[in-house]
């Protein structure tokens, strides 16, 4: 099994900064993509950004520019980041951390962390 444990959210005014962690265990080897996702109330989870094995990132158009997403190195490959800058009122949601990949086809999930932007 895998599990995903984050942190680093909470409460910033609009125009601040986050920084979202999120780390691994388990059963992770070889090829896997690490992503953030959010969702709020009454709407689906959306991919904010993601990041392969192999360095390829993507990025919904809401938040390019201002979120980066960034890898653990060598030695700490389960761990992934969300630097989260110029926040918006409407990034306001939960945020959960997913990985997915390897050769035992993991699609695993964090069990969120709330990010409010006041205005």
């Known amino acids: 099994q895998v599990q995903l444990v984050e942190s680093g959210g909470g409460l910033v005014q609009s125009g601040g900064s986050l920084r979202l962690s999120c780390v691994a265990s388990?059963?992770?080897?070889?090829?896997?993509?690490m992503g953030w996702y959010r969702q709020v109330p009454g709407k689906q989870r959306e991919l904010i950004a993601s990041?392969?094995?192999?360095?390829?990132?993507?990025?919904a158009d809401s938040v390019k520019g201002r979120f980066t997403i960034a890898r653990g190195n060598a030695n700490a490959k389960n761990m992934v980041y969300l630097q989260m800058d110029s926040l918006k009122p409407e990034d306001t949601a939960v945020y959960y951390c997913?990985?997915?990949?390897?050769?035992?086809?993991?699609?695993?999930w964090g069990q969120g962390t709330q990010v409010t932007v006041s205005s």
């Open positions: 997913n990985v997915r990949g390897g050769p035992y086809n993991v699609n695993a």
């Open positions: 388990g059963m992770i080897t070889g090829f896997f993509t």
């Open positions: 990041k392969n094995s192999i360095g390829t990132t993507n990025y």
